[in-house]
């Protein structure tokens, strides 16, 4: 069954700081696409990333990269040079093409950055 | 276009009322989902329409729950006999198609309290 588990509940870093936020998903299908969507205070997910199956490149975006491997059926998150405004509740969420083609969601963690 | 929008923002009610959501997704989009989302909690699929079709449910959406979009456009999602535990953040999302890899964008969601 889809399962995305992101293990840490809560992070807090220094303005400034890197850090990377872990998710770990399961899937049956061969083709699926994994997304990182952003709940910041207000309440609002805002869309992040997406990425699919076939596609192992990491992705750079300003401050924020993602590596995705499908070894470790993984999809990490690096926040560069954190600032407060990244304070929010991240999550991870697969969707794939074969077993309902709805999101399913991690958990989420949230991040706070301390100024 | 302003995005996805939701009414009402937040909503208290007795328990054994029913209550009435509404969505009106981006105006170009005919994939409609229906998400809820408890504190801590990442976002539970519930149901999803492409155009007035529902081509989906979870287990989630019990007997009591019901959703519609009669006309392709807005939708509403219905819970009867309400409880307590259904008290929680109702999402709406909304994409093109094919739904299962493109982003969906989420409105502001329907805060429910059942007293």
């Known amino acids: 069954a889809q399962k995305v588990t992101q293990a840490q509940t809560e992070i807090s870093v220094v303005e400034k700081e890197d850090v990377t936020l872990d998710c770990v998903y399961e899937?049956?299908?061969?083709?699926?696409?994994l997304f990182w969507y952003k709940q910041p205070p207000s309440g609002e997910l805002v869309f992040l990333i997406r990425r699919n199956s076939f596609d192992e490149q990491n992705e750079i975006s300003g401050r924020y990269s993602w590596n995705f491997q499908k070894s470790t059926s993984s999809f990490n998150f690096t926040i560069t040079a954190s600032q407060v405004v990244d304070s929010a509740v991240y999550f991870c969420?697969?969707?794939?093409?074969?077993?309902?083609?709805?999101?399913?969601f991690g958990p989420g963690t949230r991040l706070s950055v301390l100024p | 276009d302003t995005g996805v929008s939701q009414n009402p923002r937040h909503k208290i009610t007795k328990r054994g009322q029913n209550v009435t959501f509404r969505c009106d997704p981006i105006?170009?989009?005919?994939?409609l989902y229906w998400y809820r989302q408890t504190l801590g909690q990442g976002p539970e699929f519930l149901t999803y329409f492409q155009n007035e079709a529902q081509l989906e449910k979870s287990r989630l959406l019990s007997d009591r729950f019901s959703a519609e979009r009669p006309k392709g456009s807005f939708s509403t999602l219905e819970i009867q006999r309400t409880e307590q535990g259904d008290s929680a953040m109702y999402l709406c999302?909304?994409?093109?198609?094919?739904?299962?890899?493109?982003?969906?964008?989420f409105g502001p969601g329907t805060r429910l309290t059942v007293l």
């Open positions: 969420a697969l969707s794939e093409y074969n077993y309902g083609q709805n999101f399913v």
């Open positions: 999302a909304s994409s093109e198609s094919p739904g299962w890899y493109n982003e969906q964008f």
């Open positions: 105006s170009e989009h005919n994939r």
């Open positions: 899937t049956r299908d061969t083709t699926y696409y």
